[in-house]
């Protein structure tokens, strides 16, 4: 049931949003911040679910990425 509403978060198209985007709605995180954070996203559990690269640009999946902050992804429970 969980991965299910995961599922149905990532195939919401309007969920999905560019990185300068994100950080122009939540100032406590800066541009440069978050380019680093998912740069290196395969060295955090759960944080590459939330980041796709299109051509060249970088979206992030808002309410996934709000899971992963919160720690509650089922890669972070391990």
Known sequence: ME?????QLSQ??????PVAEIAE?????S?????TLFW???????LSRCCRIVG???????PIFGLW?????PEQQG
């Open 3 to 7: 991965n299910m509403n995961l599922v």
């Open 12 to 17: 919401q198209v309007s969920n999905w949003k």
């Open 31 to 35: 541009r440069s911040t978050l380019k």
């Open 25 to 29: 709605q939540y100032p406590q995180f």
């Open 40 to 46: 290196k996203r395969e060295e955090r559990p759960g």
């Open 56 to 62: 060249k640009r970088m979206y992030v999946n808002e």
């Open 69 to 73: 902050l919160g720690g509650l992804l």
